[in-house]
C-alpha cells in the first residue's frame, strides 16, 4: 500500500516563486529576498553562551519542559503583556518551535473528519494544512463571531501574518465571548506580538480580553522572531489547562519533546528584554525606509500596524504582476495569494533583511 497524506495538503506555495527567484538573482548587484520571514540577525549571545553550557545533556528531556524554562515563560507574559494568573506547573508547554504546534494541534486533540476549523482569511497556510492533515474543513473567515455552525477551533493572528493587522483587544473579547458561548477552542498566534509599530498588541490571555479566567483559550508564542532563534526551534503554548494538559498527555506519547539545551537558552531569552529592544530598533529602521521607498516607487502600504512585513498593493498590478516588477529589479517578494483570495492583488515585503540588502532594495525602487 502507497500512503498518500501529502496528497491531502495544500500545494507548498513557496515552490512557486522559483521563477520569480531566478529572475531576481540575476541582477548585477545579486538578489535582495524579502519573500520570506526568516531572521538574518545574530543570536544574542548570552543565549549562546546558554545553549553552549546545557551541551552535555544526554538524558531524555521531559515533555513538560524544565520548571526554568516555564517559569521564564509566564514570568515573561506578565512582564511584557501584564498576562497574570498563568500557572507555570500546568498552563505552560514547551513546544517544538510554534508551526509544529500549529500544524499538530488538530490531529493532537482528536479533531478530524467532519469537523470545522475556522482560520483567518488572510492566513500563514500552515493553519489550513493542519486541518487537511487531520482530514477537518477548514473555513477562511474576517471575523469568527460571524460564523454560524459547529466549530471545534477558530484561529486568530494578531500581529498577522502576512497582512500586519493588529486585533484590538474589544475585538478580542468579543472572539472570546463568542467561543465561550459555543464551546469553541480559540487559539491566537502571538508570535509577533512585541513587534506592534502603529498600534500596540494584546494578548488573547490579558485580563482585560478574558476576564479572570483562560477557559477555551490558548496563545501561541515563539522565539523565532523575537530573539533571532528560528534555527533552535523554541516556543511554548499556553492557556486553559484542561487543553494544556491534554496536550501534554498526547505528546508524551509521540516523543515531542524540547531538547534541553534548547530549554535553557529558550529560559534566558525569554528573561531578557534588552535584546529584543534592539531588534525592534532594527526592524524600525528596515521598516521605515522600506515603506517609503515603495511608497514613493508606486505601491500603497495597508495595515502592517504590527509584525515584521509590509502588506502592499500597486494599483497596475495583481499580485504576480507586483512580484514580477519587483523581481525586475533584483527583489524577492511573495504574493499575497499565497495568503488567501483576500490577498489577490497584494504582496507580502518581509523586514527579515541585512541592512545592506535592505538599502540595496530601497536604491533599486529609487532608481
Known amino acids: ?193 512585541e513587534f506592534g509599530w502603529d498600534a500596540q498588541p494584546v494578548s488573547v490571555l490579558h485580563p482585560d480580553v478574558c476576564g479572570a479566567s483562560f477557559d477555551n483559550l490558548l496563545a501561541v508564542h515563539s522565539l523565532s522572531k523575537r530573539s533571532n532563534l528560528a534555527g533552535y526551534r523554541a516556543g511554548f503554548v499556553a492557556g486553559d489547562e484542561r487543553v494544556v494538559a491534554e496536550l501534554l498527555a498526547v505528546r508524551k506519547h509521540a516523543g515531542l519533546m524540547v531538547p534541553a539545551p534548547i530549554q535553557a537558552a529558550m529560559a534566558v531569552a525569554f528573561a531578557d528584554d534588552a535584546h529584543v529592544d534592539a531588534q525592534r530598533e532594527r526592524y524600525i529602521r528596515r521598516r521605515t525606509v522600506l515603506r517609503d521607498a515603495l511608497t514613493a516607487a508606486g505601491w500603497r502600504i495597508t495595515h502592517s500596524e504590527g509584525g515584521l512585513y509590509l502588506w502592499a498593493e500597486h494599483p497596475e498590478y495583481d499580485a504576480y504582476g507586483s512580484v514580477g516588477a519587483l523581481a525586475d529589479r533584483g527583489i524577492l517578494v511573495a504574493p499575497g495569494a499565497f495568503y488567501g483570495a483576500a490577498g489577490e492583488r497584494n504582496i507580502r515585503v518581509a523586514l527579515t533583511g541585512t541592512d545592506e540588502r535592505v538599502d540595496a532594495a530601497v536604491k533599486r525602487l529609487h532608481e
Open 1 to 193: 500500500m502507497i500512503y498518500s497524506t501529502s496528497s491531502r495538503l495544500p500545494d507548498f506555495p513557496w515552490d512557486k516563486l522559483a521563477p520569480f527567484k531566478q529572475k531576481a538573482g540575476a541582477h548585477p548587484d545579486g538578489i535582495v529576498d524579502l519573500s520570506i520571514g526568516s531572521p538574518v540577525d545574530p543570536i544574542p549571545d548570552l543565549v549562546q553562551r546558554a545553549l553552549a553550557d546545557a551541551a552535555d545533556a544526554p538524558a531524555y528531556p521531559t515533555t513538560i519542559g524544565t520548571t526554568t524554562a516555564r517559569q521564564a515563560s509566564a514570568e515573561w507574559l506578565a512582564r511584557r503583556f501584564g498576562v497574570t494568573g498563568v500557572d507555570p506547573q500546568s498552563g505552560v508547554l514547551p513546544v517544538i518551535g510554534t508551526k509544529e504546534l500549529i500544524m499538530l494541534l488538530p490531529t493532537l486533540l482528536g479533531i478530524g473528519a467532519g469537523d470545522t476549523v475556522l482560520i483567518p482569511d488572510l492566513a500563514y497556510p500552515t493553519y489550513e494544512a493542519g486541518a487537511a492533515l487531520a482530514r477537518a474543513t477548514s473555513v477562511p473567515v474576517a471575523d469568527v463571531t460571524q460564523y454560524d455552525g459547529p466549530v471545534r477551533v477558530a484561529y486568530l493572528n494578531s500581529p498577522r501574518n502576512p497582512s500586519g493587522q493588529i486585533t484590538s483587544a474589544e475585538d478580542l473579547r468579543a472572539a472570546v465571548e463568542w467561543a465561550r458561548a459555543n464551546d469553541v477552542l480559540l487559539v491566537n498566534d502571538e508570535c509577533y506580538l
